[in-house]
Each structure stands twice: as structure tokens, then as C-alpha cells.
């Protein structure tokens, strides 16, 4: 396991994290309130800053989880996951 840049990482109790796998800074890792299990990251897995991946989700061998995703379904192998694109609102 990597960390990067070690700053903000929190990895909550039960998390499985397999050989190879890269985690940046501001990641949260974990079980959430209302599900049982907790996230499973398979070998190789990268997950960029800024992201969440809660309750108990498998994810996939060398999938990479992009900067600010919040993630609560499970990945397939080799899947990138990026963040929903901005979309700017106004009142006018």
C-alpha cells in the first residue's frame, strides 16, 4: 500500500486493502451508519483525493476511483470511475 501524499487519509475499521493499491490525500475509506460491511479494494486499486468510497462495496482489481467521487456501489475490475461533471447554477 502507498500513500502518496499521507495528509487527511482516514481508513475505518474492517477495511480490506490488497497489495499495490495507491491512496491520496483527503480519502475517506469505510462503513457507513446505515449498511453493514465495509469497503473491499482489490489489488492495484488507486484512489485520488479527495474521494469517499463508503459501505461495503468490492472494488475491482487496478480500477482508479477519480478526485472527489463519492462512491457506495460496488466496481468492476480495471473500471475508471470519474467524478459527476460541475454544473454551474445561478439565480438570477
Request: glycine share 12%; with cysteine.
Amino acid at each position: 500500500m502507498i500513500f502518496p501524499h499521507a495528509k487527511c487519509i482516514v481508513i475505518g475499521e474492517g477495511v480490506t486493502i490488497a497489495e499495490k493499491c495507491s491512496i491520496f490525500q483527503q480519502t475517506t475509506i469505510g462503513a457507513t451508519e446505515h449498511e453493514s460491511g465495509a469497503p473491499v479494494l482489490g489489488v492495484g486499486v488507486n484512489v485520488y483525493p479527495g474521494s469517499v468510497i463508503a459501505g461495503g462495496v468490492d472494488i475491482g482489481e487496478y480500477s482508479r476511483i477519480g478526485p472527489n467521487v463519492y462512491l457506495t456501489e460496488s466496481v468492476p475490475t480495471h473500471t475508471r470511475i470519474s467524478p459527476a461533471p460541475y454544473r454551474e447554477k445561478r439565480n438570477i
